[in-house]
């Protein structure tokens, strides 16, 4: 992380404060039609459900990974596996240049991202379009996603406007409308002339060896059958076991993701064209990345982030991510999964920072369609953040103080009889540790009494 998250925060919220605004209103009206549709279903046995199925695939995975590989083999698709970002990075470069590759349009996939895959695509020569119009947008304004599922819901449409102004040379004032049929206009041109498709995958069967993308806008299955190649970029955590289960996943992704009972497209691609068909690629690749996954694996109280179906509702109910959007947090992955995943597949180190942009208020794992328990996991991290050593000798002195204060009950009554003493006291921004949090909010008004006196009055009154 360049900056760390609460510089970033800080400085984000000072020079762009129309930001929290827009995000907020994307958020929270994403959370709004999660909250309908699961209201529409039984959602908590779906989610029961959903969570167990992916509980035994991690852990089976190496059985899954075998026989995703041997029925893709079969369908005609060509298997590769990536250890890390450099892995994904060369085999992708070699299939450029095995299928002399001048152009490539894309369908949208945070592991593109992480692997920057469009970066390497720019060295290697070759012309690179994002084809979801969110990811098309923030292309132009040569910036990262900044939502799992809403890569630019950081932008107004005054932002958008005067992007698409200078870009593409539309009017100021354009209509929605008018700003979605100029990026039209170059994408169509792209899919048609582009070498190769690039892909993520929502899900890979691994009985039937069948890759599964869900999208709205209909770029994808453009992506995947207009170009002569494929190439699928998927996350080995990605499988399912069976066919049968994708009914409930496909409409708890969709249903988690913005309130829809499923996206308005889902292809099931099971190979590269057949003789006797008109459309599709020619060759289909899938590679399949771990970058970091084994380590999450691995690790007994994060395995469970690996389940993450990417439908972003931790993020809309995350009210600290609400406050910011994704680009504080300096990652690919921001918000409570981010916080989760990003120390086990980057760096441990991480998490002394962004372990802390989290209230603790759970509305993670309330929402979450596969039950990751965030908060536990999040906790976890600042653990051994603390552990570590990371917070200082300060942080580690106080709550080796607070803990004799509280198992002492002569201790405690007498801090909190002092403490009532300093009223107004704990707005200090000055104030260690809870400097930061102070400085927002307003100071604590401790009541008169305490709760053991008005325990024994009530008591006495009985
Ligand atoms: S952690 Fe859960 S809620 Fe968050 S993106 Fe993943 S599946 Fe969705």
Redesign the pocket.
């Known amino acids: 992380m360049a900056k760390g998250y609460k510089a970033a925060a800080r400085e984000m919220l000072a020079s762009q404060p129309e930001v929290r605004a827009s995000v907020t209103k994307a958020t929270l009206h994403f959370h709004a039609n999660r909250e309908r549709a699961y209201g529409e279903v039984d959602a908590e046995s779906w989610r029961d459900w959903a969570a167990t199925v992916k509980r035994h695939l991690l852990s089976r995975l190496d059985h899954y990974l075998l026989l995703a590989e041997e029925k893709l083999s079969g369908n005609g698709v060509e298997v590769h596996w990536a250890e890390n970002a450099a892995d994904a990075q060369q085999i992708l470069s070699r299939l450029v240049k095995r299928h002399d590759v001048k152009k490539v349009v894309k369908g949208k996939s945070m592991l593109s991202e992480e692997l920057e895959v469009n970066s390497l695509l720019q060295r290697l020569g070759v012309e690179v379009f994002e084809t979801d119009l969110g990811e098309y947008i923030i292309q132009l304004a040569e910036e990262p996603p900044s939502h799992?599922v809403g890569p630019a819901i950081h932008k107004s449409l005054d932002d958008i406007r005067a992007l698409f102004a200078k870009r593409l040379g539309t009017a100021r004032d354009a209509s929605p409308e008018e700003l979605a049929a100029a990026a039209r206009r170059v994408l169509r041109e792209a899919f048609l002339s582009a070498d190769m498709g690039i892909s993520g995958g929502n899900f890979v069967v691994a009985e039937s060896g069948t890759l599964v993308l869900v999208e709205n806008e209909g770029n994808i299955r453009l992506t995947t059958s207009a170009p002569r190649v494929h190439v699928a970029l998927v996350g080995i955590e990605k499988l399912l076991p069976r066919t049968r289960d994708l009914e409930v996943f496909l409409q708890l992704l969709a249903r988690?993701a913005t309130g829809q009972k499923l996206g308005i497209f889902t292809s099931l691609i099971s190979g590269p064209r057949r003789p006797d068909e008109s459309d599709g690629p020619e060759v289909m690749h899938v590679i399949f990345v771990d970058n970091g996954r084994s380590s999450v694996l691995a690790d007994d109280e994060m395995q469970e982030a690996l389940s993450?179906?990417?439908?972003?509702?931790?993020l809309n109910a995350c009210p600290v991510y609400r406050q910011t959007g994704g680009h504080a947090y300096g990652q690919v992955y921001s918000g409570?999964?981010g916080i989760v995943l990003t120390p086990g597949l980057k760096d441990p180190a991480l998490a002394a920072e962004l372990g802390y942009a989290c209230s603790l208020c759970t509305a993670?794992a309330d929402?979450?369609?596969?039950r990751?328990p965030?908060p536990k996991q999040i906790l976890a991290w600042r653990r051994r953040a603390a552990e570590s050593g990371a917070g200082g000798p300060l942080e580690k002195w106080l709550f080796d103080g607070y803990a004799n204060i509280v198992s002492k009950p002569r201790f405690y009554r007498m801090s909190a009889k002092m403490l009532r003493a300093f009223k107004g006291l704990t707005s200090a921004p000055w104030l260690p540790v809870i400097g930061a949090w102070a400085s927002g909010h307003g100071g604590l008004e401790p009541s008169p009494k305490s709760f053991h006196q008005i325990w024994e009055e009530e008591l006495a009154n009985e």
């Open positions: 799992i988690a993450c179906i990417r439908c972003g509702a931790c409570p999964i993670c929402v979450c369609p596969v990751i965030l």
